[in-house]
Structure formats: C-alpha cells, structure tokens
C-alpha cells in the first residue's frame, strides 16, 4: 500500500488562479495547485489537457497571463530567481548539446560555476543512477531515443533540485524503451531527496509512480487525490474512464440511501455506488476485472448475484475477454486458467457476481 | 523512283510524297536551315576612342553610312584608344578610330594596320573647377606652349590633378606633355581615375581636380561638371584623329567601304558642322588628308599568350596585382566587420521577437537580397556626392564610401542568414537551457553556439557577396589608382586596356578567393545546425 499524502511534506511550490488563455478557450485555468516537498505527483490527461502548460508554468518557465506562484515561500523575481537554482525540467524532446554525453549531463554544473573535478564526480553519480556509465564519453547525437532521455533526466539529476519537473519522458520511446525508463524513474523519484511531478496521457504510468494523482481536461483540473481515491470514487465517466472503468450501461434509480443506490435494469436490480434521486437515470460505469465467475452461487460479500449467458470469449492478450448476457449485458475478464476450470465456452451459463462498490452510477 | 534506304530517318509521310516534291521539299529545307544558320551579308566591326564616342558623333555617322548601305551594319566598340588598338590586333576589330600618333604609326609598322588618314581634329584643354589653386588661368596668353607650362605649375603648386590613367589617346598625350614640362607628377596630388573622358569628368568636377580633356566631351557635358576651360592653345594641346583599317580584320571589304565613305564629302561636311546648332560650334572639324593606296598588308606579329603572361606576374609577385588584391581584401574585409556588428544583433533581435510588424520587416531584409548591387551603388552615390545629404562628409571616392556601400550590401545577407540560422535550431532551446538553470543571457549564447555553424555561413555568404562586386564600388569609388581601385574593377579597367595578362591575373586571384569562400560554405553546411535525438 502506498504511503498517504500525509506522509509528505510541506507545500514547497504553490500556485494560485493559474489562467494561460488561448484562442478559443483557456489553455490553463486552475484555481489552486500545491506541490509538497519529497512527493511524487502525476499530472494525468489527454492529448492537449495542459499538463505541459501547467509543468512550465510551475516551473517558471512560462508567464501566465494571471495567477501568482510561490515557491519555498518567496514569490515573483526572487522565487524565479530560486526556481532556477533549485529546480530541473526534462522536456518530451530533450535537445542535447553537441559534445560527448558526459559534457551534456555537466551542462547545468557548468552554468552554475562548479568547479571541474566536482562537476566530473556528480556527473558519474548521476549517469551511474540513470545507468548509462558506460555513455559518458559517446557523441550526444548519437543516441537512441531512451538513450537520450536517461542523459537528460540524468543532467537534470545532477543539479540536486529541489523539484524535478519531467514533461512526458517516456512519449516519444517504443514500448520496451518506455517500460525500463518509467522503472528508473521510479528509483530517481523514490529517492526521497526531491519532489517529482511528471506529467504523462499514460494511466499505468501515472498510477504506479505517484503518491498523488492530478487529472486534467481542456485546462482544468477534474479530480486529485492519492491513486486509490480516483480508483473509487471517481468523480465523473471521464475519471473512472481514466481509471480504467470504460464499460458502462444505462439504468434507472428506484431507491437510494448514503451513497448507495439501487438500480433497475432488463428486470433486475442491482446495487451501486453513487448519489442519485429515485427516478433519475444513471450511466453505471464498472471494471471488467471486477466481475467474479462461478459455476454456482457462492455466498459472499457481493451484494450483486446473477446469471448470464456467455454469449462470446475472446482472446485479450494473455487474458480472456468474455461477453455476457444476463441483467443487461456485460464484458468480464478472467484469465485463461480460470476459464478452464470453469469449463467456459460459449452458450454455458455461469453466475455473475460484483460489488456495489465496483459499480459507479453517475447521473446522465 | 527514289528509294531511300530504310535505316534513314525518313518518316512515312515523306516516303509517300512524290518523287519530285520530295526532292523540291529537301533542297528548300537545306537552304532554309543553311540561310538561318549564316550571318547576315555584312558587320563591319570599329574599335574607337571613347571622346569620339560620348559626344554622338559616330552614332550620327554610322547612322548616315548605314542608311546609304542596308546591306552593312557597323558595330561601334567604343572601348578607348589603347583597346581599341588591342582589338585591332588581335582582328576583333576591323577598323580602329584613335587619337594618339605615335601609337598608330608603331601600329601601322608593326603590320597591324593599313590605310591611316588622319581626317579630323579638335584640341585638348586644361580644365578645372572655379577655383584654379594653382593659378594657371592666365598662361594661354603669356606662352606659346601653354600646356606644358600650365603642368609645370600644376606640379609645383601640387594642386590636384586627376588623370584617364587608362592608356587611351588622351592620356597618352597627358603624359607627353608631363615629359615636356619637366615635371613628375605624384600621389597624393596626382590622381588616376581609370575611367573614360566623361566619368573622369565628373569626377574631377567632384574632387575638385586639374584635368586633361578634350573640348568636345567637355562642352557636351555641360552642367554635368562644374568644371571651365582654363588653358588652351599651342601645337602640344593639337587633337588630331585617324581611321585605320586593321589588317587582321574579318571584313576587309565592308571596312574598306566604311573607311571611303568616310573620307567623302559627305561625312566630311557632317563633322564640320556637328555641333553647333546644339553648342553654338561644331565640336570637330575636318582635316586635309589625300587617300592613300596601301594595298600591301603587313603581317600581324604573334601575341604572347596573355594567361601565361597572366601567371608570370602572379608568380612573381607583381606589385600591382598585389596592391589592388590586398586592398580589396582590406576594404571588404572592413565593410563585413561592420556588417557583422551591424547585422548580427538586428538578425538575433529578429529571430527571438515576436512583435507585430515581425512579418514586413523579415519580408523588407529578404527583398535587400534581391536588391541589384548597382542600385544600391547609386543610391549610396547619390547620399554621398557634393550636394547629397552626407555630402560635407566628402566620403564619395575614398576607401570609405566603397566600405559604406558594402556594408549595405552585404547588411542584408548577414541578417538574413542569421535569421535562418537561428531559427533552424529547435525553437525551444533556449528554454530547455533556463530549465538546468541557465539565465537568460546564458540561455541566449548556448543558442548562438547551436547555430554556429550556420553563422560563420553568413558572415562567408556576405563575404563573397562583396568581394566580387564592381557596379556599385566603382560608382562611388571611382576606380582611383591606389585608394579605390579593387580587383573587380581593376579587372574592368586593364581589359579595356587591352593588358589582358594582368587582367587575367586579378581574375585568378579573384576566382581562387570565391573558390575558397564557397568550399568553406560547403563544409559548414555539411556540419550543420544540432539535429534533435531520433524519436
């Protein structure tokens, strides 16, 4: 289990009212925002939500149109002043300087004035944490794609910040490229030293590195809260979305009492969670993972017990997709090792059971 | 029955005409093709004085002559005594019309020539602005010879005296008259334009120079130069003007026809009376001459081959040749300092603005390439002569006005080229810079560095684009031996002087120099601007 957000520290960089208007609408337009010391944060959103914005606008990099930013409790000049010192932004693309890697990863030392044995020392540290000793003396130019960006984040590393600031890191690799870099950041990000935000449109990246989860949209923040919080209690579709509940049907209220509700549909009535009238219609949103499969009824905690017709199974990767008909219609997945001491085929019918808590009702 | 053979290119629609047609098509075909490819019946090539020239007296002349004969046509090369002889020589010329006795007797001895009449005359004067520093005004009263003694005076005085320089008829005579004066003249004073009779003119009429000249092109440029008649008279100041045929010549039979009309009555009258009803006086008058009958042509000697000559001189070190190449190399050299101090900020101002007129001003830099170099010549001329804006700067033909016009146009490339350079780099380089702390000015250098490549290409491209220029340095700087005078219009004035050798040594030098340039700009572009990591 993850530590909590109260674990961290103080807030070290906090920014208020955030606006970067664009031509049709804000590109940014974020009330309050606050980074704390030694966190990890993931800014979480599509393609063009602002988390770049929202990244270069943290690190004082880019002026908002309006909106104030303190930083380590000072603002304006002086706390840009500071940001520069004590921060270090790796970009999508980062561009490297002609000259050997190791002259790349000494770039910042080099603009601060650190002397060259020094600069040499934490140079090799930082390549060493990224793993790309063996790079240090090679042409920067000719690098693959991860290659490049463990110098950058490994330049980055080596001014010791304060806040580390990693624009989509992994976007521009292929997936193994990707995989082992999000593993090495994790290490660079747990040291414990620095906070990291990073922004990523990726959801598992997001959700295994962060201690804290900001989802954005069209500039806006939507939800943030610590991994589990978003996994739960979704806000909206396009949170549990984001989450990964993108299977859905419509249902009607009947009743509803303290979050919980129950539903109606294809003649049957389910439990869920969410905060609806009696009457209202409800999109209910739920996880096919969530869905548990037996041969026969089994008394359990699942307030939801049904049959269902398996109607077709697919092949999901390693798993096993199945559709089912049965209460409405549903999509489950199993693995295949289920499936077979299930003896699922097509046309059997199996009983169906998931919790309340699994699904989430929103109203439409 | 004609068969042609089948392998001809013969297509099936001629194969099918009748045989007589076909034979009839064939022949019209050839002649029509043969009669393209021909000259026309006759071109009558005359290399002339330029004097003769600038005061339309030929163009009046020839314009006569081909009204009466349709069939010729004369091509005037009026390119000044001394290449005027050269063309004759080599027989690109087949007729010569000069004005230096001694030249055309050594040019008839030697063969070159036949059939000399001298058919017309005017004089030379001694001119000069108002203000006669020297004093000479009085003497074509007191002395038989004024010429020579006006010189003498000149000389002591060293008042300014700006010479053709350029081996034409005049010049020649400029010098026989220094001989006969005892007097040498020297820099500073002395003064050689290395132009014709009428841009010599408004120069003197600019520096305020003592000049030579002859009273036609005088009076017809009038207002054009502030200049007067101060001394004339005596037999050293006689202008005396022949006809030549040049043995060499390609059309005998035309020049012969163009050398007796001529000498006939007819043109005889036309140049006594050319002139006066536009000058109040003829311009020239004729001379009594009896047409000989040279038919023996002498036989040309061989020339010396003018580029072997060419590399003697570069390999020997000719200190001509070496004056003329350093001076370019300063001048230019100083023009693309100042261009680079100039362009180079205004480029990177450009490249990180983004304010609202952004768009007009790169458009404005862009069409300065476009810019013709002898527009921007005149242009700067026209800042810098006596009654321009800059006038009392008295820049106009000194090294510093050929800097000045050089510095406009090689302004344009360098701001341009810094433009591009800067903006090929990936645009967010400089943020990506203050995002590992750098300030802004850090930022800005590491972005420079980026683009250094494409950079040093500008300051190469504004190089050459100077360096080899010649409408606009000799507009505003004249040509002046010593001062302003640079490979490029050096090269102009030694061909019409007809020493091809040494023109050809300048151009070696010249070549070698954008050779070099070029091959610098191809390695640079080879290096180019940082390219981003494969994505």
């Known amino acids: 289990m993850r530590t909590l957000s109260s674990d961290a520290g103080p807030a070290i960089l906090t920014g208020r009212d955030l606006l970067v208007a664009g031509r049709a609408a804000p590109l940014l337009d974020i009330e309050q925002i606050e980074i704390r010391g030694g966190e990890i944060l993931s800014v979480l959103g599509p393609n063009g939500a602002g988390k770049s914005t929202l990244l270069r606008v943290l690190a004082m990099l880019q002026t908002p149109d309006s909106g104030s930013i303190s930083f380590l409790d000072r603002s304006g000049r002086e706390a840009e002043r500071l940001m520069r010192k004590r921060s270090a932004f790796v970009f999508q693309r980062p561009h490297l300087w002609a000259g050997s890697v190791r002259s790349n990863i000494e770039l910042g030392l080099r603009l601060r004035g650190h002397a060259s044995d020094s600069r040499r020392q934490v140079a090799e540290q930082a390549a060493a944490q990224l793993g790309i000793q063996g790079l240090l003396e090679r042409d920067a130019r000719a690098l693959s794609g991860g290659e490049a960006q463990r110098v950058a984040v490994a330049r980055a590393m080596a001014l010791d910040p304060d806040v580390l600031f990693l624009d989509e890191p992994a976007s521009n690799l292929d997936a193994m490229a990707r995989t082992a870099l999000i593993e090495d950041l994790e290490h660079v990000a747990r040291d414990g030293r620095h906070a990291t935000v990073l922004a990523t449109h990726d959801r598992a990246d997001a959700f295994s590195l962060a201690d804290r989860v900001i989802v954005m949209r069209d500039g806006r923040v939507v939800q943030s809260g610590c991994p589990e919080d978003l996994f739960e209690n979704p806000v909206d579709p396009f949170i549990a979305a984001v989450t990964g509940a993108e299977l859905s049907f419509r249902a009607s209220v009947t009743s509803s009492q303290d979050g919980l509700l129950v539903v109606y549909v294809d003649e049957t009535e389910l439990a869920a969670a969410g905060s609806a009238e009696p009457g209202d219609r409800v999109r209910v949103v739920y996880r096919p993972e969530d869905l548990f499969l037996s041969r026969s009824e089994i008394q359990g905690s699942p307030r939801n017990r049904f049959q269902a017709r398996v109607t077709e199974i697919r092949p999901a990767g390693s798993l096993l997709r199945v559709r089912l008909a049965g209460a409405g219609h549903w999509v489950a997945v199993i693995t295949r090792a289920a499936a077979d001491e299930l003896s699922l085929e097509v046309d059997t019918v199996i009983w169906v059971q998931v919790k309340a808590t699994a699904l989430h009702a929103f109203q439409v | ?284 008058s004729p001379v009594p001459f009896v047409i000989p009958d040279d038919s023996a042509a002498g036989d040309g000697s061989e020339a010396t081959n003018p580029v072997v000559l060419a ?117 967010d380089v400089r943020m990506q810079a203050r995002g590992l702390g750098a300030s802004q000015w850090q930022a800005l250098l590491l972005h420079l560095r980026e683009a250094r490549a494409s950079l040093v290409a500008a300051v190469a491209a504004g190089f050459g684009a100077v360096i080899s220029e010649v409408g606009a340095v000799m507009i505003v700087g004249g040509n002046l031996a010593g001062e302003t005078r640079v490979m490029t219009s050096a090269i102009v004035l030694e061909t019409r002087r007809g020493n091809f050798s040494v023109a050809i040594a300048i151009g070696i030098v010249l070549l070698t120099i954008a050779l070099a340039v070029n091959l610098l700009l191809t390695l640079l572009h080879h290096r180019g601007p940082s390219s981003p990591i494969p994505a």
């Not at chain 2, 030549?244 to 000498?263: D, K, V």
């Not at chain 2, 140049?271 to 000058?279: E, L, P, V």
């Not at chain 2, 990180?352 to 005149?378: E, H, K, Q, W, Y």
Request: aromatic share 8%; proline share 6%.
């Open chain 2, 311 to 427: 590399w003697q001189l570069l390999t020997s070190g000719d200190a001509y040749v070496i004056d003329v190449v350093l001076r370019s190399l300063a001048i230019s050299g100083a023009a693309l300092i100042l261009a680079v101090l100039i362009g180079l900020p205004i480029g990177v101002g450009l490249a990180l603005s983004r304010f609202r007129l952004r768009m007009p001003v790169v458009a404005l830099v862009n069409t300065g390439l476009a810019f013709p170099p002898v527009v921007i010549g005149l242009v700067v001329y026209l800042l810098l002569s006596r009654s321009g804006p800059l006038g009392p700067l008295e820049l106009l033909y000194t090294p510093g006005a050929v800097i000045l016009a050089q510095v406009v146009l090689a302004g344009p490339y360098i701001v341009a080229v810094t433009l591009a350079a800067l903006d090929s780099v990936s645009p």
């Open chain 2, 1 to 284: 029955m004609v068969e042609y053979p089948s392998f001809l290119p013969v297509s099936a629609t001629f194969r099918r005409l009748a045989p007589l047609s076909r034979w009839v098509s064939l022949v019209a075909f050839v002649s029509l093709v043969s009669g393209c490819a021909s000259e026309p019946a006759g071109v009558v090539y005359l290399g002339s004085t330029t004097s003769v020239y600038d005061t339309g007296l030929l163009d009046t002349l020839v314009a006569a002559f081909e009204q009466e004969n349709p069939d010729l046509e004369v091509k005037v090369l009026a390119v000044g005594t001394g290449q005027a002889l050269a063309l004759g020589r080599r027989g690109d010329a087949d007729l010569v019309l000069v004005h230096a006795p001694d030249a055309e007797l050594e040019f008839v001895r030697a063969g070159h020539g036949r059939n000399r009449v001298t058919f017309m005359r005017n004089d030379f004067v001694i001119a000069s602005p108002a203000e006669d520093p020297a004093a000479i005004r009085g003497i074509s009263e007191t002395e038989t010879e004024p010429g020579p003694a006006a010189f003498a005076t000149i000389a002591s005085a060293e008042a300014p005296f700006l010479s053709r320089g350029d081996d034409s008829g005049t010049h020649k005579r400029e010098l026989a008259l220094w001989a006969a004066s005892g007097a040498s003249p020297v820099a500073p004073w002395y003064q050689e334009a290395g132009q014709g009779m009428g841009n010599t003119l408004v120069i003197a009429s600019e520096r305020r120079s003592y000049v030579l000249t002859d009273r036609a092109t005088l009076t017809v440029l009038g207002d054009a130069a502030d200049l007067e008649v101060l001394v004339q008279g005596g037999h050293l100041l006689e202008n005396f003007y022949s006809i030549m045929m040049a043995t060499a010549g390609r059309n005998q039979a035309g020049a012969e026809r163009f050398w007796r009309w001529l000498l006939s009555e007819r043109a005889q009258s036309m140049i006594a009376s050319y002139g006066s009803d536009r000058f109040g006086a003829p311009l020239f």
